[in-house]
Antibody
Framework: EVQLVESGGGLVQPGGSLRLSCAAS????????MHWVRQAPGKGLVWVSR????????SYADSVKGRFTISRDNAKNTLYLQMNSLRAEDTAVYYC???????????WGQGTLVTVSS | QSVLTQPPSVSGAPGQRVTISCTGS?????????VHWYQQLPGTAPKLLIY???NRPSGVPDRFSGSKSGTSASLAITGLQAEDEADYYC??????????FGGGTKLTVL
């Protein structure tokens, strides 16, 4: 079964850091672009970041550029999102998703909640 | 405010047909980038409903269809069912903003 499972969410103070993980199974992880998408409580979906299959190319939304870093370990079939200098507006459910360069997110994880609050 | 504009809500009675529009611009949909649609049931992760403007993944009923013209796209749902009540999002790519979602449309089945 094709599956993505996120972990690492939680409560963090403004200015703090958190690393999210996304464990992939059931498909050849190293062959796919991967993305992070977030959803603030009661709000819509927002694309955050993407990484190519071997990790050599990354892109970020302007709202997180310079604060978040996407990476992957193909040997461990795991995607990461390192989040630094967190702000209240980063509070959201973070989903990892398998998709092409332009999107087309065909597989989604269940999401992990990140709450930034003092 | 999203670059891809969707109506905040639509509604229809069981058995009826509803459409959800997604309006972009010359830098995204109008530039030829594909539009994809997602269904998000309450409390769950989004699910791919339509990809590449009009294609259905395996398992998606043919009651769901997508189309694209110019700078806009549409999702049509025929034979509306109670289980279709959900949030629907369009998604495309923008040459300046990379990944791009519409603001979402809440479908209510009356």
């Amino acid at each position: 079964e094709v599956q993505l499972v996120e972990s690492g969410g939680g409560l963090v103070q403004p200015g703090g850091s958190l690393r999210l993980s996304c464990a992939a199974s059931g498909f050849t992880f190293s062959s796919y672009w991967m993305h992070w998408v977030r959803q603030a409580p009661g709000k819509g979906l927002v694309w955050v970041s993407r990484i190519n299959s071997d990790g050599s190319s990354t892109s970020y939304a302007d709202s997180v550029k310079g604060r978040f870093t996407i990476s992957r370990d193909n040997a461990k079939n795991t995607l990461y999102l390192q989040m630094n200098s967190l702000r209240a507006e980063d509070t959201a459910v973070y989903y990892c998703a398998r998709g092409g360069f332009y999107g087309d997110y065909e597989v989604w994880g269940q999401g992990t909640l990140v709450t930034v609050s003092s | 405010q999203s670059v891809l504009t969707q109506p905040p809500s639509v509604s229809g009675a069981p058995g009826q047909r509803v459409t959800i529009s997604c309006t972009g611009s010359s830098s995204n949909i109008g530039a030829g980038y594909d539009v994809h649609w997602y269904q998000q049931l309450p409390g769950t992760a989004p699910k791919l409903l339509i990809y590449g403007n009009s294609n259905r993944p395996s398992g998606v009923p043919d009651r769901f269809s997508g189309s694209k013209s110019g700078t806009s796209a549409s999702l049509a749902i025929t034979g509306l069912q109670a289980e279709d009540e959900a949030d629907y999002y369009c998604q495309s790519y923008d040459s300046s903003l990379s990944g791009l979602f519409g603001g979402g449309t809440k479908l209510t089945v009356l």
